[in-house]
């Protein structure tokens, strides 16, 4: 913008002054910025170095999608930096009561964060496409998922080089009563190209949200799609309406505002709002592009973490020809007599009960229970039979093995 446009510009906004005992706005706040950014910021990155854990050391297969992906959280992680730093030097505040060298800071801030954010929202919609593509193999979904990276990259790489370079020389963004560039796009050569510029970008980003949101919907309509996957789809697709839905209310900020011009110029308070909803909308998409990878493994994990096993606990016992048990019989201690069902073994002299094996003394092979074909199949693996073992049988049940492939 050439001085004498920022001159109007200064003229303006003395011309409609803004009140500077208004009461700071929740979005305004330092606690709230840097609560928010700060917040979902290390969640992304929690996120992202699982991705890169599960594919790079368990799975062992890498792709673009993880280097998409990877080149967004930088960006993110580039832009949120930015943009806390420029809480010092007036974001929250009224930008007219701003010292001039906080003033040329804020501009520098601002030129980064935008610009990083413009790339990262093409980057991050490029590695979900690329993550689609590890699904469709082919057919109609294939090649509606390449179209859509062309069309996104175009996009991107449009959009991104107006926000990198709004004007000439670049440093006459944030510098222009010393210099004389020539801007335009996001280099507010004048208040409306600035406004249109923003609303298309924004607009346009929405619509591609909401592309990238419906395209793998078609997954539902698998017929062999089980419960627990359904489910795990669910919970993305829940993560990816509610990026979309930012993405909205973002876009609804800026039109209300008119990319912070409207009722009156003012960069530093109206952003404010707009700025946490970029943060919100962009570590958002790169949860909800993680997930998917790291998730799997990570329910596997806690699954051998807090063990849960079915027990059934059988007994079987050997009967003889009369119904009675073959192996243990219950005698009374004190009477020599056995004890039927249910009798109680107590008497007044303070009897036991014990365990007896009965032998027959006139036996003339001592050793002749030894050839008892249920005692052969017991010690003889090889013996064959279906005669159930006496005694107690355990059967440990474990959890159903996972059917998420990734």
């Not at 036996?363 to 073992?389: Q, W």
Request: charged share 20%; with cysteine.
């Amino acid at each position: 913008m050439p001085t004498a446009q920022f001159e109007d510009l200064l003229v303006e906004m003395l011309a409609h002054p803004p009140n500077p005992n208004e009461p700071l706005p929740l979005a305004n706040r330092k606690e709230t910025i840097f609560g928010s950014a700060i917040t979902f910021l290390i969640i992304s990155w929690l996120a992202v170095a699982l991705r890169l854990y599960t594919r790079l050391w368990i799975v062992r297969d890498p792709g673009l999608d993880d280097l998409f992906v990877t080149l967004s959280a930088i960006c993110n992680t580039v832009a949120t930096s930015f943009v806390l730093i420029s809480v010092k030097y007036g974001l929250g505040r009224h930008f007219l009561y701003l010292p001039v060298p906080s003033m040329t800071k804020y501009f520098l801030f601002f030129y980064v964060e935008n610009a990083t954010y413009v790339t990262q929202t093409a980057l991050i919609k490029i590695s979900l496409l690329f993550q689609y593509l590890r699904i469709f193999k082919g057919g109609f979904m294939k090649w509606m998922s390449i179209a859509e990276i062309a069309i996104i990259g175009i996009w991107g790489f449009t959009f991104g080089f107006m926000a990198w370079f709004p004007c000439f020389p670049v440093k006459g963004f944030w510098n222009r009563i010393t210099t004389h560039p020539t801007c335009y796009g996001f280099g507010f050569h004048d208040a409306e190209s600035f406004v249109v510029t923003f609303e298309v970008h924004t607009a346009m980003n929405m619509v591609f949200d909401l592309a990238v949101f419906l395209t793998p919907m078609v997954l539902f309509k698998r017929k062999e799609l089980k419960r627990k996957n359904f489910l795990a789809l669910t919970g993305v697709f829940t993560i990816g309406a509610i990026v979309v839905f930012t993405s909205i209310w973002r876009m609804i900020s800026i039109v209300e505002t008119r990319a912070a011009t409207d009722p009156y110029i003012d960069f530093t308070w109206w952003s404010a709002k707009a700025v946490i909803l970029s943060c919100l909308e962009i570590n958002l998409a790169i949860i909800c592009a993680s997930m998917p990878i790291f998730w799997p493994v990570f329910e596997k994990s806690l699954a051998h973490i807090f063990v849960t096993r079915e027990v059934h606990i059988m007994e079987h016992q050997r009967l003889d020809d009369r119904g009675a048990e073959y192996e243990l019989e219950r005698f009374n201690s004190y009477t020599g007599s056995k004890l039927e069902r249910g009798e109680s073994i107590k008497s007044s002299s303070g009897a036991s009960e014990t365990l007896k094996r009965e032998r027959t003394t006139d036996d003339p092979d001592p050793f002749a229970h030894y050839k008892d074909r249920f005692v052969i199949e017991l010690v003889d693996p090889l013996a064959g039979g279906n005669t159930k073992s006496p005694g107690v049988e355990t059967k440990i049940k474990g959890p159903p093995r996972s059917k998420w492939k990734i």
